[in-house]
């Protein structure tokens, strides 16, 4: 069993930075990649990016791509997410989540994850 803990969201002006968190317990004998999705309401779960060390990859969404990186540090379990110049549309709710997949292509869509935080909120004003 896996749990996660998202941590760091807020509020912030457009242009400005937030660095979220997210802390892997429990079974961590497994390689997990690390991933961030987010969701605003009405809409779907959307991916946003992940890390996987087994597939020695990491891959953004274009809406972040070069504003937004992942990283993980495998000795305290933890990834982040540092978000910069930031827009309002990056406003959302924002997960975290591991996988156990060895196939990659499953990495951008939420069916591929069986571990997910609780969630925590970006808001980006204008």
């Known amino acids: 069993q896996v749990q996660l803990a998202e941590s760091g969201g807020g509020l912030v002006q457009a242009g400005g930075s937030l660095r979220l968190s997210c802390s892997l317990s429990g079974d961590t004998s497994r390689s997990y990649a690390m991933a961030w999705f987010r969701q605003t309401p009405g809409k779907e779960r959307e991916f946003v990016a992940v890390n996987s060390q087994r597939h020695g990859s990491i891959v953004y969404a274009d809406s972040v791509k070069g504003r937004f990186t992942i990283s993980r540090d495998n000795a305290k379990n933890t990834v982040t997410l540092q978000m910069n110049a930031l827009k309002p549309d990056d406003t959302a709710v924002y997960y975290c989540?591991?996988?156990?997949?060895?196939?990659?292509?499953?990495?951008?869509?939420?069916?591929?994850?069986?571990?997910w935080g609780q969630g925590t909120q970006v808001t980006v004003s204008s």
């Open positions: 989540a591991a996988s156990s997949t060895i196939i990659m292509s499953q990495l951008k869509f939420k069916s591929g994850y069986g571990y």
